[in-house]
């Protein structure tokens, strides 16, 4: 009865085990302590051979494989011989192939079975392996997944070795059948989890090839985002610690650091991969090139047939002369409209107003809709002007309401998603790296206190990423100390996490990811003291034995 009542309690702790090295483990201990047995091992059914997952010995002190084990360097045993046919003579090959459990009073004086390896090994541990239980361990569907060997049943009082008896095998063969379906379910929720995070990556990487401009943005800021959140955990004083992540915890924010862009699927590329301000499928700035070489061509036109109509009176000279300023200031015209169409990070107020002088100035005649009867049109129509005068960067309102569409995007396709309850946080983690602490942020306006720390982490990651990636169509990639100190000024606006920034300067985090991920000529030496707003200064000649350290 007290073995019985050990039987129900430790089916009862299998069932709540969660981790695979643990649950062989504490398999193995119960089938040990049941019957009293001095050794054994656990195999799992892979590719139709009986790979080793734990084997203990408390005589000869071994324990390999399992949660803290030795790692295990044994060759899988076939269940089938190279001729195809089933390999009897193993015991546990052949209790996996039977499905039957077979008890061997003494291994010395078996000779159906192969005991030869058994043998060697004894021979040289000195060592006797008699008595043996091997037992196949069944799932729910009687399909058999593995094997429990049992090795020297010892006496209750004393060492001596003794069989196992029909108590032990039974007892033992009902542990086996609730360890082969509490193993089932950790394996496949092991590998549906597996196939997930798989599936994950898959769309990640389908993200980054959409755009060549963005290409490993969406490894990069999970790469960040685990950093920082370490760097976190790693904090003894202050606001922040407190805070700490499981091993199920980091899983939960990996999975959403990678799943952060996953809206953007439904972005179109050319505004994803948008790096001038007139582009759209192409870079409409040669239509313009086109329509000043028509203004050219026009005034030229109209020069020789001035000069067919009056030969005699038409100064030539001051005419070609007067045709090649106009031609000039044209070119002059044309090129401040290139370097217009560039993206940058501010646009004067006289650049705008210059390129609209310029838009309503020109007059051109579009020949391919040309008539008899057609008019001149401005040289650049109302929508150009208005890219045209985009004041930061390359995207007009309605492409940025497009491009931070994603983020809503993202948020409807995890929020559609079943997720089980330790992943439960990813739609919140990944959905809220574009909101701001003062609650001025995007899609749903939340404030630092609305948001978890997790989802604080990975703005500051996201961002910190895209100011110093060097493979965007619209700017290079930033230096360290440039981008540090648009990271200080953006929390003294209150857009990022004050304290997770002093965290992310203070712990070098910015350094360790640098040395991965940037280029030499990025990573300048950073005076922590001029960052604005940082409240973790260290010294100028600590910070600068830092840099030279992970040079190194």
Not at 221 to 242: H, N, Q, R
Request: proline share 4%; glycine share 6%; charged share 25%.
């Amino acid at each position: 009865m007290d073995r019985l009542e050990r039987l129900v309690s430790i089916g009862i702790e299998l069932s709540s085990q969660r981790d695979l090295g643990e649950l062989l483990n504490r398999i193995l201990e119960a089938a040990q302590l049941l019957t009293n047995a001095d050794g054994g091992t656990v195999y799992l059914i892979r590719q139709k051979k009986l790979e080793f997952a734990i084997i203990r010995n408390k005589t000869l002190g071994i324990h390999q494989g399992g949660r803290g084990g030795a790692t295990l360097a044994h060759d899988p045993i076939p269940m089938y011989l190279p001729d195809g046919s089933p390999n009897l003579s193993t015991v546990s090959a052949s209790a996996a192939l039977s499905g039957k459990t077979i008890n061997i009073a003494d291994a010395y004086n078996a000779s159906m079975y192969d005991f030869s390896g058994t043998r060697r090994f004894d021979a040289l541990n000195g060592y006797q392996s008699r008595s043996f239980l091997t037992v196949p361990m069944k799932d729910h569907e009687e399909r058999v997944i593995g094997v429990l060997q049992l090795i020297n049943a010892e006496a209750a009082t004393s060492r001596e070795i003794i069989p196992f008896d029909r108590d032990d095998q039974y007892l033992v063969e009902s542990l086996a059948s609730q360890a082969a379906v509490v193993l089932t379910n950790r394996q496949l929720i092991d590998r549906l989890e597996e196939l997930f995070v798989a599936f994950i990556k898959l769309i990640s990487n389908a993200l980054d090839e959409k755009s060549p401009y963005t290409h490993g943005h969406c490894q990069r800021v999970p790469e960040i985002t685990m950093m920082l959140a370490d760097a976190v955990c790693k904090t003894t004083e202050g606001p922040l610690k407190d805070f700490h992540l499981s091993a199920k915890d980091r899983r939960e924010l990996e999975i959403a650091a990678l799943m952060h862009d996953c809206g953007k699927i439904t972005t179109p590329v050319h505004v994803v991969d948008k790096s001038t301000k007139l582009e759209t499928i192409f870079d409409r700035i040669h239509l313009l090139d086109v329509r000043f070489e028509v203004l050219k061509r026009d005034a030229r036109i109209a020069m020789l047939e001035a000069r067919l109509r009056e030969p005699d009176s038409v100064d030539v000279v001051a005419q070609e002369a007067e045709y090649t300023g106009y031609c000039a200031e044209l070119d002059a015209a044309r090129d401040f409209l290139r370097q217009a169409n560039v993206g940058g990070e501010f646009m004067s107020p006289e650049m705008q107003a210059r390129v609209r002088a310029i838009g309503g100035k020109y007059r051109w005649v579009n020949s391919a809709r040309a008539t008899a009867t057609s008019e001149s049109e401005a040289l650049l129509n109302d929508e150009e002007m208005d890219k045209l005068c985009i004041a930061k960067g390359t995207l007009s309102n309605e492409e940025r309401d497009i491009i931070n569409y994603h983020i809503v995007s993202t948020i409807n396709m995890l929020e559609a998603l079943p997720w089980p309850n330790h992943l439960r946080n990813v739609p919140e983690f990944a959905g809220g790296h574009h909101e701001r602490m003062d609650g001025k942020g995007y899609p749903k306006g939340l404030t630092r206190e609305q948001m978890s720390v997790q989802a604080r982490i990975m703005g500051i990651a996201d961002i910190f990423e895209a100011l110093t990636a060097s493979d965007r169509p619209y700017k290079p990639g930033m230096s360290l100390s440039r981008s540090l100190s648009i990271l200080g000024r953006m929390k003294l606006d209150h857009h990022i996490d004050p304290d997770l920034f002093d965290v992310f300067v203070r712990e070098k985090v910015y350094l360790d990811y640098a040395r991965a991920h940037l280029k030499p000529e990025q990573i300048d030496v950073v005076d922590e003291s001029a960052i604005p707003g940082y409240s973790g200064y260290v010294a100028p000649e600590n910070n600068a034995v830092a840099l030279e350290k992970s040079k190194s």
